[in-house]
C-alpha cells in the first residue's frame, strides 16, 4: 500500500515519527522492537502534539517488528485513551494484523478503533471523528 508523507519537523522517538494534520499521525520505524519505555515516549510525544486534547490518531503499524504485551497493554490503556478520540491502524503483514487485532480486543469502548489496509481509508474514517475544539 501507500506510504504516509512524513512532513519535515515531525517528531522522531526511537521507533516512531509522530506528527499533526488535522490529527495524530504515527509512523513506526523500519523494524521497530516496541518497549514499555518506547511505547510511553511514544504516547508522550502524541500528547504533545494535540497539548492533551483528544483527537483522531492514524497509526502505521505496517514496518513494525515487534511489541511487548507490556508496550501492547500501554497502548490500549488509560494513558492512550485520554488523548484519543478514535484510532485507525493501518495494517498489511499478518504481524500487524495480528497486533491491530490485538488492540481491538483490549480497546475500551469509549474509544472507536478500526484496523485498514489502506492509508486513505484510513483518513477518511477518523475525518468524521473532529476535535473539542481546534488543537493550535
Known amino acids: 500500500g501507500q506510504v504516509m508523507d512524513v512532513p519535515a519537523g515531525a517528531h522522531k522517538t526511537r521507533t516512531c515519527t509522530l506528527w499533526y494534520d488535522g490529527m495524530v499521525c504515527a509512523r513506526f520505524h523500519d523494524r521497530a522492537e516496541v518497549t514499555l519505555d518506547d511505547a510511553r515516549e511514544n504516547l508522550a510525544a502524541a500528547a ?10 492514524l497509526v502505521d503499524l505496517r514496518p513494525i517488528r515487534s511489541q511487548t504485551a507490556e508496550a501492547r497493554a500501554y497502548f490500549a490503556g488509560p494513558a492512550a485513551t485520554a488523548i ?53
Open 48 to 57: 504533545g502534539l494535540t497539548g492533551g486534547q483528544r483527537s483522531p490518531v
Open 84 to 136: 484519543t478520540l478514535a484510532v485507525a491502524l493501518v495494517i498489511e503483514s499478518p504481524l500487524s494484523r495480528v497486533l491491530g487485532n490485538f488492540f481491538l480486543g483490549f480497546n475500551r469502548p469509549e474509544t472507536p478503533a478500526r484496523l485498514f489496509t489502506s492509508v486513505d481509508e484510513a483518513r477518511a474514517w477518523l475525518t468524521t471523528f473532529r476535535p473539542s475544539r481546534d488543537v493550535a
